[in-house]
């Protein structure tokens, strides 16, 4: 899905909004347990009520990843149900892989080949060679951490070179190298909105993965004031906020409230955006 | 774990050797595809053949996720029999993760308590509350990554500060806040063999995970040189030069010939070097 693709549908759908699986079967309503397949059970019933209100959607696979072999069952089913039901999603692995050249290779064919999704999350540590694998499969995207909505963010993403230049622009600046406004989108926090009016001065055209509203406590409009472009060029996820709207019977009615009130609450800042005002 | 067992089991064997399990199904002789479970009967041949001169053995991550369900499954059987069949040896997760929080603490629930390893790789990007999680686990040990192997460690880990402090400098020097000498470890690549005089000054005591020795050109002289200490302080991953020895039916054998030649040099290192000799 390129770019203006992505755009069409934020346009007809009115929304910007990721919805993050991250599945727990700790977490999931406890009468989804008698089912065959209780994380799947809760992502069908997600998916079916909130699709309308979303443009991509984003399993965690450490959510998965943690059910072991049952978790990856789950996961493998959520995606294919996507991919059959609802081809104009956007799909992204949230995995924020990244290691040395022959070891991308294969994370790229989990991710790609093995699973159809779209794009993935990569840490950017092990630099280019651990990225460029990914950028190999055309019509996929890498989504490269630059600044996360995390406390330990702080920890290095702001240190700065004899230039002043913070390693979470130097990381930016420099993959501008591996890839293209196609290929390549950016992780920065919701909880950093002020930092994205500088990102924005680096990257004016790339879309952004925007982690932290909601449980982690990003605002929307903040974002949206330094964050949109001309083709919006934002996907603000939420995750806690939507799937575990409510535990009861209810869940997924209570998840699509959410949402919509989300998406209307996107809207109306596309309504009012000077980049995107034209559009809406 | 915990270094002292680790050291008592490096003195038995005369040997630091990891052995990294990085199987690819493409790989493996092709014999072995008609075996009901391929990756896990070769890594059984594998193990079985080369676990007397091996103090650790290292499953990438990627090779299994890259084969989906199955890969998965055959990732659960050789935890289980390495555990089951040699319970002295190190067992690390290759899997370089690093989220936020709640994110690693999912990850840390799939590679403690799912899988039974006793150490994984983490991407050190997200700062500390992504590496935490995984050091709430008793005798458990997060392997973080500070000075890779790789041509792309040379993009941003060794950006330096105003007070000349490189990221992975800066990374091993902040971790040490996180964690202590029993429940951390670092990589650092041997192609970076030079640097390590430099970290042993940082962290004089702790064990470094070495990858990078054979296929990626690294020396173990060199890191042998600049990285033992009084508990040996080094394990040395090699894969591709080990579990490709050979491509034929005697590609156990080969491999275990390939992994005593490697343990043949490290106890020669280890009687030679003024740290170690007085123990071998």
Redesign the interface.
Same mark, same amino acid.
């Given at each position: 899905m390129n770019n203006q693709q992505l755009f069409e549908n934020i346009r007809k759908k009115g929304s910007f909004l990721c919805v993050g699986l991250?599945t !727990?079967i700790k977490k999931i309503p406890q009468f989804l347990l008698d089912t065959t397949d209780p994380m799947f059970a809760f992502n069908k019933e997600i998916i079916d009520a909130t699709a309308k209100y979303t443009i991509a959607y984003k399993p965690?696979l450490? @959510?998965y $990843? #943690?059910?072991?072999?049952e978790g990856? +069952?789950s996961l493998?089913k959520t995606v294919h149900y996507l991919r059959e039901n609802y081809p104009d999603i956007f799909l992204i692995a !949230?995995a924020?892989?990244? !290691? /040395?050249?022959?070891? #991308?290779s &294969?994370?790229a +064919?989990? @991710?790609f $080949?093995?699973?159809k999704f779209d794009a993935i999350t990569v840490? %950017?540590? &092990?630099?280019? !060679?651990?990225?460029k694998p990914f950028l190999a499969y055309e019509g996929k995207r890498v989504v490269l951490?630059a600044l996360? #909505?995390?406390?330990?963010? @702080?920890? @290095?993403?702001f /240190?700065?070179?004899?230039s002043g230049e913070k390693?979470f622009e130097?990381?930016i600046r420099?993959s501008l190298n591996w890839g293209n406004e196609e290929n390549m989108m950016y992780v920065v926090g919701a909880t950093k909105a002020e930092e994205l009016a500088d990102i924005r001065k680096i990257i004016p055209n790339h879309f952004l993965l925007v %982690?932290g509203v909601g449980a982690?406590g990003g605002s929307l409009q903040e974002v949206a004031k330094y964050g949109l472009n001309k083709q919006c060029g934002l996907l603000v996820n939420s995750s806690r906020a939507i799937i575990y709207a409510s535990n009861g019977p209810d869940f997924a009615q209570k998840a699509a409230e959410s949402a919509k009130e989300t998406r209307d609450e996107m809207i109306e800042l596309l309504r009012n955006n000077s980049h995107t005002t034209s559009f809406f």
């Amino acid at each position: 899905m390129n770019n203006q693709q992505l755009f069409e549908n934020i346009r007809k759908k009115g929304s910007f909004l990721c919805v993050g699986l991250d599945t !727990d079967i700790k977490k999931i309503p406890q009468f989804l347990l008698d089912t065959t397949d209780p994380m799947f059970a809760f992502n069908k019933e997600i998916i079916d009520a909130t699709a309308k209100y979303t443009i991509a959607y984003k399993p965690n696979l450490a @959510f998965y $990843e #943690s059910e072991g072999l049952e978790g990856w +069952r789950s996961l493998e089913k959520t995606v294919h149900y996507l991919r059959e039901n609802y081809p104009d999603i956007f799909l992204i692995a !949230d995995a924020k892989r990244g !290691d /040395i050249g022959n070891t #991308s290779s &294969m994370y790229a +064919r989990a @991710f790609f $080949e093995k699973l159809k999704f779209d794009a993935i999350t990569v840490a %950017p540590y &092990m630099g280019e !060679d651990s990225v460029k694998p990914f950028l190999a499969y055309e019509g996929k995207r890498v989504v490269l951490l630059a600044l996360t #909505s995390n406390k330990g963010a @702080f920890d @290095f993403q702001f /240190i700065a070179d004899n230039s002043g230049e913070k390693l979470f622009e130097k990381v930016i600046r420099t993959s501008l190298n591996w890839g293209n406004e196609e290929n390549m989108m950016y992780v920065v926090g919701a909880t950093k909105a002020e930092e994205l009016a500088d990102i924005r001065k680096i990257i004016p055209n790339h879309f952004l993965l925007v %982690p932290g509203v909601g449980a982690q406590g990003g605002s929307l409009q903040e974002v949206a004031k330094y964050g949109l472009n001309k083709q919006c060029g934002l996907l603000v996820n939420s995750s806690r906020a939507i799937i575990y709207a409510s535990n009861g019977p209810d869940f997924a009615q209570k998840a699509a409230e959410s949402a919509k009130e989300t998406r209307d609450e996107m809207i109306e800042l596309l309504r009012n955006n000077s980049h995107t005002t034209s559009f809406f």
